[in-house]
């Protein structure tokens, strides 16, 4: 007929070619999304695919995604993108509180508290009383409780005790596991189990933050009444093989 055109047939995959419309309902004409020019594939994903493809990146690899563009920046910062890797990273038992900051600046603190607590039995393998007093803040109301009992308070007390057990003690062998750590504003406190040759104990941290950097202002040690409660045969780790573990079974 003269004047008409014959409309091209759809030559791609999509169902087009059977129906103009999506799903058969009048009214909603299927129309191919448009590619945008020079984007990647992953920033032409839907945003939660790309979340759920961010949740497989650790630490170092989501902030190198964030180095490359704005749109890569906008998801890599993505508060959902940080709470799965706090949770793959540290634990789950902290699913339902809403950091202040964001997941992302909780992570970072996080895993600063949890770096500072590694340090902190670091030190206690390496002997070095400078070291600790470097540790621990300079305040009256520091404690420190150690496996005996003993009960130290302020900074001068405190960094004597490790004076004493630094010259007098033999080297220990211990493993920590089960670090948890929670953080509210300017405070820290990490929980944990270290087991040695000879004994196993409950042990919490207790960090403030001062001056861009964490300090410790108390440490409580307490022997396990039971060790077999736990499920756990205790062998002696050399602090030299093995100087810290956390996370273990997902969880610190």
């Not at 007929?1 to 999506?22: D, F, L, N, P, W």
């Not at 490359?68 to 540290?90: E, G, I, P, V």
């Not at 038992?93 to 770096?115: F, L």
Request: glycine share 6%.
């Amino acid at each position: 007929m003269v004047g008409s055109s014959k409309k091209k047939a759809c030559e791609c995959s999509c169902s087009c070619a059977r129906s103009s419309y999506a799903n058969g309902s009048a009214g909603e004409k299927y129309e191919k999304p448009d590619r945008q020019s020079g984007a990647s594939m992953m920033e032409q994903l839907v945003p939660e695919i790309t979340t759920h493809a961010l949740s497989y990146l650790d630490y170092p690899s989501l902030c190198r995604l964030s180095m490359t563009n704005s749109s890569m920046r906008r998801a890599a910062n993505d508060d959902s993108a940080w709470k799965s890797l706090y949770h793959k990273d540290f634990t789950v038992e902290q699913d339902s509180i809403r950091p202040a900051n964001g997941w992302k600046a909780y992570y970072a603190a996080t895993k600063a508290v949890v770096s500072i607590n590694s340090e902190f039995y670091n030190i206690i393998r390496e002997r070095s009383l400078p070291e600790m007093s470097h540790l621990w803040l300079r305040a009256d109301y520091v404690k420190c409780i150690n496996g005996s009992g003993e009960l130290f308070t302020g900074y001068n007390s405190v960094m004597e005790s490790w004076g004493v057990a630094f010259n007098w003690h033999q080297p220990v062998n211990f493993q920590v596991c089960d670090v948890r750590v929670r953080v509210l504003n300017e405070m820290a406190w990490v929980t944990m189990k270290a087991f040695t040759n000879v004994n196993s104990f409950h042990v919490t941290n207790v960090y403030e933050f001062h001056d861009s950097r964490w300090f410790m202002v108390h440490h409580h040690s307490s022997m396990m009444l039971n060790d077999g409660e736990y499920g756990v045969t205790i062998y002696a780790y050399n602090i030299e093989s093995r100087p810290y573990t956390h996370g273990v079974g997902g969880d610190t």
